[in-house]
């Protein structure tokens, strides 16, 4: 079954310092990317999706994300974190080798140091 | 607009008890979603509805667990009997339409705890 990578379930960050969280998918036809995230004891909030386009796409709060097909990835980027990022990520793909449905990786819990 | 709201937020249950959740969807969202986060892991799809037809039950451990969406609104996702193992949070989420791409908005979870 085709799968997406969430390297790293622990990330941190001081704050004002890049936040980089890594996805990587497996399936030969890229699918729709997006990311996710999750404060304590709240529901998932999209960050932000590619479908099709621009490769560079931003989001909310000041992040983005590179989709590269070359390297199957769409790494979510902000250039300097804030106390507020501290939360769970999740990428999520969907497409037609994912049975067409959302297909969430495992998450990254980024933590921020005053 | 208001979100998707599910209740209750919390359930504690002893093993071979049953329980069941409510989800209420954004108002003219067509599509509903009930996912399975087991701790540490992403969301699991467990059953997306159409209105009120099933798109897809493949992952639904259809021995013990059930959903229905009745009137194409609400819905509700019941266990019986739980296990051990049926400890997650139960996210509902929805969407306008049910095409690949399209945004999933999500509720804030019911958290089940079988012990």
């Known amino acids: 079954a085709q799968s997406v990578t969430q390297l790293g379930s622990h990330v941190s960050v001081s704050e004002g310092a890049l936040v980089l969280l890594r996805c990587n998918y497996s399936?030969?036809?890229?699918?729709?990317l997006f990311w996710y995230v999750q404060y304590p004891n709240q529901g998932l909030q999209l960050l932000l999706k590619y479908t099709t386009g621009a490769t560079l796409v931003k989001g909310i709060n000041g992040f983005e994300a590179e989709f590269k097909k070359s390297e199957t990835s769409f790494h979510l980027t902000k250039p300097s974190a804030h106390m507020s990022d501290a939360a769970e990520y999740f990428c999520?793909?969907?497409?037609?080798?994912?049975?067409?449905?959302?297909?969430f990786g495992a998450g990254t819990i980024l933590r921020v140091k005053s | 607009e208001a979100g998707v709201a599910q209740s209750p937020r919390y359930k504690i249950i002893e093993k071979r008890q049953s329980v069941a959740f409510w989800c209420n969807p954004i108002?003219?969202?067509?599509?509903l979603y009930w996912y399975q986060q087991i701790l540490g892991q992403g969301p699991k799809l467990l059953i997306q509805?159409?209105?009120?037809?099933?798109?897809?039950d493949s992952q639904l451990p259809k021995d013990r667990f059930s959903a229905e969406r009745l009137k194409g609104v609400d819905s509700t996702l019941k266990i019986q009997p739980a296990k051990l193992e049926d400890s997650a949070v139960y996210l509902c989420a929805s969407s306008e339409i049910s095409g690949e791409s399209d945004t999933q908005y999500f509720g804030p979870g019911t958290r089940l705890t079988v012990l």
């Open positions: 399936s030969s036809v890229p699918p729709y």
């Open positions: 108002s003219g969202h067509a599509t």
């Open positions: 999520a793909v969907s497409g037609l080798e994912y049975g067409n449905k959302l297909v």
């Open positions: 509805f159409q209105n009120n037809g099933v798109v897809d």
